[in-house]
């Protein structure tokens, strides 16, 4: 059955840390197995001989028991059909059978040896129940099996699919195959991927779905098992603070095992309606296609395991024009849209495309693994995994704006990593486990419409049109490499299993990012033209800008401006876990990491003279100790306790590091052009000298730069942008947990046989946030605006953006519930809820500083205190069930279905005027980021979701005595049965809504992708 009481055993609710240490040492990615083997009368076996067998490879592991009947075996593949005995000269040997191993987790295995003098030769088989044989994860946790990974209703071959069905974690199925996991109401950017000790997280901080590529790095049929670790006591995890997702990968074995599959969906296999109202959504064909094979290269020595993957597949676009019957149509004519792109096209000479409803993507896997059992006491593997792919994305993607089809962007990304380990056991006592891992990612941002032609937006009365490159692609270039060293140690002595290593992973990064090269040209309705269209079209027709921005290098390349820099974070650990031999094992120890660099930003000197100290500030040094303090109490047969307290660091992104390399007025400059007379609402761009001028291309705005922005930035002059920096202060952010929780198996016989409850409660502290707020402003007074009173600020120093901590703790407390079952006649189900109160201080949404600053509501822009976390889910009830039999002989049928049903997405009421009417300061604000009169940040909650995911699939004889089958997924089979239901209703980005819209129930609006059923049918063959 699938593995549900050992979703069970792990079950528990964490609030995750928000910390500062960017980079992540690879994980643990063996298992273990441990116990104590006793008489008859409860007395300890000494001298016994335990052997853990994997009979599918021939790898085999003994150890002795000591003075107290204890034994200890570590470094363990992770596999489900391990056979553990234990002999002695004086007690009659037993064994078990079929005993799984977890990823990161010890199972108990313990053994009561009878004293029959003429049964002492014979071995007999002994038959566990789950209580006997469980996963003891040092932390709250949940680990997830192969056949999980298989019966799922995973639509989108991702362990998203999966990670979905605990019910603390979140996944944000609103924008396409993004997928973010959000763990404990937290940011998904602080999360960590591990695959086979190397590190698959977005290293970078680009993504919000947490990989470093556009879609799972690996192939989803690669996975053995995946384990989501919330708060693990073990100081061998560090580097992330939302929650650390681990997996590793199959592996061949003596047998010659493999399959082949495919599914296939289009756009008539989606729904065409919502609420009743009719969908239009262009004409795609959707395939995904892959193999796997796995072996002996030498038996019982040499194993070999290959993945391959392939998609072909579309991204769908929800906006559109009245009438033109998108998921959501925005406030705009078609006849504006069409004399949008007439004015294009005949007077700046450009095509800017269509309003796109869908576009082409793709995506391709490579996994190789190696395994090699030298001896009985040595054995190795390598993996290497390789990907690419890429999606259509839209730049500017609110509700109040639409975009012309050459003003998206392809985001793309290759991956190549190679990990190798070493485990070796040098005597019963002591093991270590070396690891060596290499990986670099080759980005790629790049406009749909080239980056010939820069970005114009056209401002009207209730949405921004765009069209041309947007601004943020036009010189975006990230390449980074990293090198990771693990050495571990473990040695057993007594009841103490001590742990020792040293890990170093090595970050070097080249990362280009100047917007603006090709120029940003805004258009909106002041002065009124008094023509036949919306007063920003006409002035976009007679080349009356309200803003031009140009950046670059004052070479003009913007190669110049790239940040080119890297560092090492080091650790050291080491920690005791006590077995006191009575149900109670005691976990206590010590991480430190620390950074080192010989990289620094170039100092600017203007900003040196007005604050007194260099923007070139580091992390060199900086380093964080952590203690942590767990413990596992098998308080009886059938209940087990847990829980501990620790400090944690990790996981913010290093693009807001890289942002103090490259955005500091010395690698590159910006101009506006309001300093040449060019956003006086008089002066025509069509009237002025240029520049830079693409090759065969009009010579005027959007294919050139004023000349006047070029000589000002080549000069180092001009209204430059932010300077960004590193607080000379600042402290390694970190957080305290403390976890309690427990998992009952109820033996109910009237009910049907045991069940198991599991509840956990996890109460977090972040201490030293990390923040980006101005550095040059002084507050100059108040001034009240609609019934509230907001500070006003001048700027006093260089415009900049200081990384800092806030002074506030933001505190977290979850609480998690299960329930699940497993039958004889083939039916298993499982119920979870979690609560979800999470804080933050800044939700800390971009890769740029100024976007995280404006990104959110406030009632002071430089408040750093914390309220509802913008990721918080306070509500979520899960439900499972499977269902397998044999009706068609030894064929089985099988059915799955995943439900959940969640509370709404925070969202803060705003004030509807100018923001920097109300700062007193201007421009440095956009949008409406001020809380109204009465209003708290997030103080407001959105709208419940629910929907039911359904998988069915049958078995069907192959060729020889392989398997085949054909299998159908359905991902909201709830909007299938019925178009009102299912639909996901979300406020836009930012998580605001003005009072008028609040007023008026007008704060969201429909997510198509979350909303529409989609059915796949697929094939598989398995040999």
């Known amino acids: 059955m699938t593995n549900w009481t050992t979703f069970g055993r792990g079950a528990a609710v964490s609030a995750i840390a928000l910390s500062m240490a960017g980079v992540a040492m690879a994980q643990v990615t063996t298992s273990a197995v441990r116990g104590a083997v006793t008489d008859d009368d409860g007395q300890a076996v000494s001298g016994a001989l335990v052997t853990i067998t994997d009979p599918s490879t021939g790898l085999t592991r003994t150890a002795t028991t000591n003075q107290t009947g204890l034994y200890s075996i570590r470094n363990l593949p992770v596999s489900s059909g391990y056979v553990v005995t234990v002999t002695s000269s004086e007690f009659q040997g037993q064994f078990i059978e079929d005993v799984g191993l977890n990823l990161g987790d010890a199972t108990q295995v313990d053994f009561t040896l009878t004293n029959d003098g003429e049964a002492r030769q014979e071995t007999i088989v002994v038959t566990a129940s789950v209580s006997d044989l469980a996963p003891t994860a040092a932390g709250p946790s949940a680990t997830f099996g192969l056949e999980t990974l298989q019966r799922a209703p995973a639509i989108n071959r991702n362990i998203t699919d999966v990670l979905r069905l605990d019910p603390r974690i979140y996944v944000d199925e609103s924008r396409g195959d993004i997928n973010a996991v959000q763990c404990g109401g937290k940011n998904s950017r602080f999360n960590s991927l591990t695959v086979d000790g190397i590190r698959m997280n977005d290293n970078f901080g680009l993504n919000s779905n947490g990989y470093p590529t556009e879609r799972i790095p690996f192939s989803y049929d690669a996975i053995e098992q995946v384990a989501v670790e919330l708060a693990p006591f073990d100081v061998q995890y560090g580097g992330f603070s939302a929650c650390n997702i681990n997996a590793v990968t199959k592996s061949g074995t003596n047998e010659f095992h493999g399959y082949l599959f495919g599914d ?222 693990a050495l571990k140690g473990y040695y057993t002595t007594g009841n103490h299993n001590f742990s020792f290593g040293y890990e170093r992973e090595a970050l070097d990064v080249f990362n280009m990012f100047v917007q603006h090269v090709e120029t940003e040209i805004d258009f909106d309705g002041n002065p009124s033209s008094g023509g036949a269209f919306d007063d920003a079209i006409e002035n976009f027709r007679l080349g009356i800008a309200d803003n031009v921005n140009y950046n670059n290098s004052p070479t003009g390349d913007p190669n110049n401006a790239a940040a080119d820099w890297g560092y090492e974070i080091n650790t050291l650990y080491a920690q005791d876990e006590i077995d006191f031999g009575n149900g109670i094992v005691v976990i206590g120890g010590l991480r430190y990491d620390w950074y080192t660099t010989d990289d620094a930003p170039e100092t600017n000197a203007d900003f040196l003279a007005d604050y007194g100290f260099t923007n070139g500030e580091t992390l060199d040094g900086e380093g964080l100790l952590q203690p942590r303090l767990g413990f596992e109490w098998d308080f009886s047969d059938n209940l087990d306790l847990r829980g501990g307290v620790g400090l944690y660091s990790g996981g913010n992104p290093n693009v807001w590091l890289s942002n103090t390399y490259s955005a500091n007025n010395v690698l590159q400059f910006g101009s506006d052009g309001g300093a040449f007379g060019l956003e006086n609402g008089v002066t025509s761009l069509f009237d002025i000298d240029y520049g830079l001028c693409e090759d065969g291309v009009p010579t005027g705005p959007g294919y050139c730069v004023p000349q006047d922005m070029i000589d000002a930035v080549a000069a180092g002059e001009g209204s430059n942008f932010e300077i960004n920096y590193l607080d000379p202060n600042f402290e390694i952010p970190s957080e305290l947990k403390f976890a309690f929780g427990g998992t009952y198996y109820a033996d109910a016989p009237g009910l049907g046989g045991e069940y198991v409850l599991s509840g956990d409660i996890l109460y977090t502290v972040a201490q030293d946030s990390a923040v980006w707020i101005r550095g040059d402003l002084e507050q100059t007074g108040t001034t009240t605006v609609d019934g509230r009173e907001y500070p006003t600020y001048s700027s006093v120093r260089e415009a900049a953006f200081v990384l800092t901590n806030a002074k506030e703790d933001a505190k977290s407390l979850l609480v998690s519930g299960s329930i699940s079952k497993s039958y004889d006649f083939g039916l298993d189900w499982a119920l979870g809820y979690a609560y979800t109160d999470a804080e933050d201080v800044h939700p800390m949404t971009s890769s740029v500083a100024f976007s995280n600053y404006v990104s959110r509501a406030f009632g002071d822009p430089q408040d750093v205190s914390a309220a509802t976390s913008d990721y918080n889910t306070k509500h979520r009830f899960t439900a499972l069930t499977n269902y397998e039999r044999a009706f068609f002989g030894d064929n089985m049928t099988t059915f799955s279905a995943f439900g959940q049903a969640v509370s709404g997405r925070p969202y803060s009421v705003v004030y509807g005027g100018d923001a920097n009417g109300i700062s007193g300061f201007n421009p440095y604000l956009e949008g409406n980021p001020y809380l109204a009169a009465g209003a708290e940040r997030n103080g407001e909650e959105g709208s419940w979701w629910g929907k039911v995911d359904i998988k069915l699939e049958q078995e069907f004889p192959g060729f020889l005595d392989h398997k085949a089958s054909g299998f159908i997924v359905v991902d909201n089979f709830t909007n299938l049965l019925n178009d009102e239901w299912g639909v996901l209703r979300e406020p836009g980005f930012p998580a605001v809504c003005t009072v008028d819209d609040f007023q008026t129930g007008d704060c969201e609006s429909r997510q198509g992708d979350a909303s529409r059923y989609e059915i796949r049918f697929g094939l598989r063959y398995e040999f």
């Open 264 to 485: 296939y969906t289009n756009d008539g296999l989606r729904a065409d309606s919502l609420e009743g109202d009719d969908i239009t959504t262009g004409e795609y064909d959707e395939t995904r296609y892959g193999f796997g094979v796995g072996g002996p290269i030498i038996k019982d020595k040499l194993f070999f395991f290959a993945a391959y993957e392939k998609l072909d597949g579309v991204n769908l676009f929800d906006r559109g024009a009245i009438g033109s019957g998108a998921v959501n149509e925005v406030n705009i004519t078609q006849a504006e849209v069409d004399e949008i792109r007439n004015i294009a096209m005949e007077l700046y000479g450009y095509d800017p495309g269509t309003i796109p409803s869908s576009a082409d993507n793709s995506d391709e896997k490579i996994l190789v693994k190696l395994d090699w059992n030298i001896s009985n006491d040595h054995r190795a593997s390598f993996t290497y995994n390789w990907n690419d792919g890429f999606n259509i994305a839209q730049s500017d993607g609110d509700s109040d704006e639409l975009e012309f089809s050459n003003h998206l962007y392809e985001r793309g990304a290759e991956l190549t990593s190679y990990a190798g380990s070493l485990y070796s056991d040098w005597t019963d006592n002591f093991s270590t486990e070396v690891r060596l891992a290499y990986s670099e990612l080759d980005n790629r941002q790049i406009s749909v419409g080239g980056t010939d032609f820069g970005e114009i937006t056209i401002e009207t009365d209730d949405v921004d049109v765009y069209l041309g490159g947007d601004d943020s692609r036009q010189a975006n270039k990230l390449y980074y490499e990293t090198l990771s060293l």
